[in-house]
């Protein structure tokens, strides 16, 4: 009886660590798909306002295009650099032909960082060419570079305050878990024998 009691007692023990490394091992990997789930939102997000701004900027290069007004072509282009989120903004012909750009634009090589090591110049860039169309016919285009840390500065800081929040309670859940074990284990009975040598001292002294 005390044989199989003991036993089931060590099974229920090896379930419930099984059970507890089950779920910390749960926490860990949903913790980690919320956080790759953040950054794909926030890239999803990069993606659409980038798309927005140079769609709008194409539609608003259209008519002078056409009307061939540098002045007004000029004046496009320094406005869309105006925008904290770009760096540059070029407007080209059909035949890729420069018609306009904002001030201190940069040319794609430069803007690619292909003369740099590594690279290195263009870390944190991002360029988006946009074809301009009349009558479904490419009459130019329009190239924007976008800083993309300015554009993910607000989600990226939400996100990774997200993240530590979301790792605080899981911690804090574990300690809660260890706690809980602590006070309501059970501590173990200790039988109270006979004290053999007392009992000797008594039988003597009658």
């Known amino acids: ?9 060590i099974a229920i023990k090896m379930l419930s660590t099984l059970s507890l490394i089950a779920m910390v091992v749960t926490i860990a990997i949903n913790s980690v798909k919320i956080s790759q789930g953040n950054e794909q ?12 701004l ?10 002078k295009i056409v009307e061939q007004d540098q002045e007004k ?3 496009l282009a320094n406005q869309l650099a105006q925008d904290d989120l770009v760096v540059d903004a070029t407007i080209y012909d059909a035949e890729g032909v420069k018609l306009a750009a904002s001030d201190n634009a940069k040319s794609v090589r430069e803007m690619l960082g292909l ?5 290195t110049a263009r870390i944190g860039k991002q360029q988006l060419i946009e074809p301009v169309i009349r009558d479904k016919n490419v009459i130019g285009f329009v190239r924007v570079t976008f800083e993309t840390g300015k554009l993910t500065a607000f989600s990226d800081h939400y996100y990774r305050k997200s993240d530590r929040y979301m790792y605080t309670m899981v911690g804090l859940s574990f300690i809660a878990g260890m706690l809980i074990v602590l006070i309501f284990r059970r501590k173990p009975n200790k039988r109270k024998g006979d004290n053999l040598l007392l009992k000797d001292m008594q039988q003597e002294t009658r």
């Not at 009886?1 to 007692?9: E, G, H, K, V, Y």
């Not at 939102?41 to 927005?52: S, V």
């Not at 140079?54 to 008519?63: G, K, M, P, T, V």
């Open 73 to 75: 072509l000029l004046k």
């Open 1 to 9: 009886m005390d044989s199989s009691l003991f036993s089931f007692r």
């Open 115 to 119: 003369d740099t090591p590594l690279q």
């Open 54 to 63: 140079i769609s709008q900027a194409s539609l608003s290069a259209n008519d």
């Open 41 to 52: 939102i926030q890239a999803n997000q990069l993606e659409t306002l980038t798309h927005i």
